[in-house]
């Protein structure tokens, strides 16, 4: 497993932000995230504020985007050293260990292909969530938490750590803490304008992880983050026209 691995500090990178977003550190320190921002998430939280979003990529390729009025907490992010062969954007480069809790608001979660060997958990009151591959948006609500499979395949533990279900796209399901009890899911309905405001994050989430490759380390250095250009970028008119002229 990961954890039969040496495992190093695990960071993430900014790729949009819009409206405010913080990260709170272990110590209480609160520090304003930016754009294009490569920053430690291990024991720590993230809160975004009214009409906010912040979309991140972590090193082993899951990306984040936390909705607005959101507060997402982060206790243990570590990964085990890869090598460059291993740089893809299709599949985790190497293991990882990654404990999320969403205390409040709208997250969104993608993934191309998590190692099976990675420990990944999105843990909430109702239970906690592994996301196995694609893309999934879990919200709360005053009806419970809703969990929207938009693309791939997750699966969903209930409290008491011995019942789960599995589910993929494009399953919607809703969970209150006395059904999360009884270890029963519902089929949720969520009003159409919620729900284009899901889906807009579930995408921008997905792309987000295409945005961005890691290059492998050295040694006790955490990965470099390199930015990938869109291809329309290189169909733009110069900035800078210019002619040649002849001597």
Do not use: W
């Amino acid at each position: 497993t990961a954890a039969a691995t040496e495992l190093y500090t695990g960071a993430a990178f900014i790729t949009s932000r819009v409206g405010s977003a913080q990260l709170i550190d272990s110590t209480g320190a609160t520090t304003a995230l930016g754009q294009h921002d490569f920053i430690e998430i291990s024991n720590s939280q993230i809160i975004t504020g009214e009409d906010s979003q912040v979309y991140m990529v972590l090193t082993n390729g899951l990306a984040i985007g936390v909705g607005a009025n959101s507060k997402l907490k982060c206790a243990r992010y570590q990964q085990a050293p890869f090598k460059p062969e291993r740089e893809s954007l299709q599949f985790e480069p190497s293991t990882s260990v990654l404990q999320l809790e969403l205390v409040e608001g709208t997250v969104a979660i993608s993934c191309e292909h998590l190692s099976p060997l990675t420990e990944m958990r999105l843990q909430m009151p109702t239970g906690g969530v592994r996301l196995h591959t694609g893309t999934c948006v879990m919200r709360f609500s005053n009806a419970g938490t809703h969990i929207t499979a938009y693309q791939g395949t997750l699966t969903l533990y209930y409290p008491n750590g011995e019942e789960r279900e599995f589910f993929a796209e494009p399953q919607r399901v809703r969970i209150t803490p006395q059904s999360a009890t009884l270890g029963r899911i519902a089929e949720d309905e969520t009003d159409q304008a919620i729900e284009a405001n899901l889906r807009q994050l579930a995408e921008a989430t997905k792309h987000a992880r295409t945005r961005v490759i890691f290059k492998a380390p050295d040694a006790g250095e955490k990965p470099q983050a390199i930015l990938v250009v869109p291809s329309t970028y290189y169909g733009q008119p110069s900035a800078r026209p210019y002619q040649l002229i002849d001597d």
